[in-house]
């Protein structure tokens, strides 16, 4: 009858307190040499020292999170007067700005098998989601955002239907926000014609004063 064979592999791996607790038990075997001893004695010796390095290495390494700000491209908010300055915020001690929830339990493009993640949207993003009550459309029903009040999601439909007909579509800032207060609203060039209206309305205010 053949002998079973002893599978070799990877070494066995011990945690601290294990390996701790085997130095102990062969510290009270009765049957340890002085050599034995000698090599406990070492172990234990190179254990401390390793401990005291990790230590001293923790203690003097810069830790990335201790000391972050939450700056990122998705948490500088353009209206906000603190984010605009690079200064903490009051209520969160924070230079980023800190994003809402997301109301909804789930955005996605249902045509497109795509979902929309909320730590991957900026705060504007996140907010203009939120703005969502009902259902609307836009683009003579091309453009389409349906609330699901059972699944608590909102789905977006939009029509393009490969990468090259994508990279003809506005950003999703614009969609969200043409979709929200139509076309005009989502209009660069109308932006700054409003912008600079307003701009001189402030202007002529601040004259008369």
Known sequence: MAKEQTETGAPIALTMDQFEKLLATLQQSKSSSPELETAIAAIQATVQANDKLATEVERTVRKSNATNQNISLFTIKADCEYCSAGLEHPDTKLIGHTQPKLKFDRVEFPDKGWRVWPDQCSVLEVELLNSFTSSVSARNGDWKATIDPKANSLLITLPYRCID?????PAFVQV???????????????LLEQVAILQKQVAELQATR
């Open 165 to 169: 007909e994508r990279t003809n579509m």
């Open 176 to 190: 969200l926000v043409e979709l929200l207060r139509g076309r005009a609203a989502a209009d660069p060039v109308n």
